[in-house]
């Protein structure tokens, strides 16, 4: 008799874990997942390391991305740069403000409670600047006479450029909506005006020109705040 009364206990008490079991996967499985949507602003860190370390470069950039749906964001970029070329025979400085805006595509599905990115963006860019060359050497094959270098400076402004660029990034959140970024983007350039006198060396916001090649690489290290508005069921 003793034993059938443990035996029920057991049973009782198996039943009774089961059904607990049951219960808790219910409460789980009604969790709902909510992601945030806002706004997200903040600015490029590697134009303030660039700044600090180059003597020849000045400059500064403001970022910016808003969510439109699961894996589309809006961004756009705005900043204004001043570099210096010193070259063999040359020496140019670009000087200016631009903005690049366009789309970028998160291709990461992110675990629970996450939202990082690996995504792929495209671009528009637009620049207005200027071009300094501040001393210049008249080119000769006859090496008998000193090298003939020219320091009047000549300015031209109201110059422009625009281009279009693929932009590849990875973006992380180190604390509570604060994201780190790091992205590279390839660019070509799709129209520009020179000066009168001699060509674009540097364009503010595209980069490095060169004779041979209409396309331009770039970097960037950001730092961003994201301002939720809403959430969204995932």
Do not use: C
């Not at 809006?74 to 204004?80: F, M, Q, R, S, T």
């Not at 279009?164 to 990034?169: F, N, T």
């Not at 994201?179 to 980069?207: A, C, H, M, T």
Request: net charge negative.
């Amino acid at each position: 008799m003793k034993i059938k009364h443990i035996y029920l206990f057991f049973t009782s008490l198996l039943l009774s874990t089961v059904i607990n079991a049951q219960e808790n996967s219910k409460e789980q499985d009604s969790i709902v997942i909510s992601q945030k949507y806002g706004l997200r602003v903040g600015v490029d860190l590697s134009r303030f390391l660039r700044t600090a370390l180059d003597k020849d470069y000045q400059g500064f950039e403001v970022v910016g991305d808003y969510r439109i749906s699961k894996n589309y964001y809006i961004a756009a970029e705005i900043g204004n740069e001043s570099k210096v070329r010193d070259e063999e025979n040359l020496n140019i400085e670009g000087s200016g403000t631009y903005i690049r805006a366009g789309i970028d595509y998160n291709t990461y599905d992110n675990w629970f409670g996450m939202q990082n990115s690996i995504y792929v963006g495209l671009r528009y860019g637009f620049s207005t600047f200027s071009q300094t060359l501040n001393d210049y050497t008249i080119y000769t094959n006859n090496n008998y006479f000193d090298p003939d270098i020219r320091t009047d400076v000549i300015e031209e402004s109201s110059l422009n450029a625009s281009w279009i660029g693929l932009k590849l990034g990875i973006k992380a959140e180190i604390f509570t909506n604060l994201y780190l970024d790091i992205n590279v983007s390839l660019r070509r350039l799709v129209s520009e005006k020179d000066p009168s006198q001699f060509e674009n060396l540097y364009i503010p916001g595209f980069g490095r020109t060169n004779d041979f090649s209409e396309f331009g690489v770039g970097y960037g290290y950001t730092i961003t705040y994201l301002i939720p508005f809403y959430k969204k069921k995932k």
